[in-house]
C-alpha cells in the first residue's frame, strides 16, 4: 500500500511565491500601468488593451473590497463599468478610444 494521492495528475503544487503577498514593485508597476491607460484613454491614445487593464482592475478591486478597509460604495463600480462598456461601444461606431471628462471620476476613485 502506497500514501494515498489527494492531487490530481498533471496539477502543479502551488509554489511559495504564489502564496506569498505581491513585491512591492510589481505592485508600483501594475499601479503605473493602471494609471497611465486610463491617461491614455483620456487623451484619446488610447486602444483596446487599455480599456482591458481598465476592466480587469475594476473587477479585481470589486472582489477585493470587503478586505480593503476603505471599500467603494458599489455604485461606483458600477459607474467605472458603464464608463468601459461606453468606451467601447463609442470606439465600435468610430473607431475612437477614448472616454468622456464625465466617465473618468468614478475610475478614477476605482484606481485611488
Known sequence: MGRPK????????VTRNKLLPLAAS???ATSLQNHLALEALRSRY????HVTLLFR?????YLMRDAIEQGC?????QDAESALYQCSL??????SWQLAEADIGALKVVLT
Open 46 to 49: 488610447g486602444a483596446s488593451l
Open 73 to 77: 460604495e458599489l455604485d461606483v463600480f
Open 6 to 13: 489527494f492531487r490530481k495528475t498533471g496539477c502543479k503544487p
Open 90 to 95: 463609442r470606439a465600435d461606431e468610430d473607431g
Open 57 to 61: 482592475t475594476v473587477y479585481l478591486t
Open 26 to 28: 510589481l505592485v508600483r
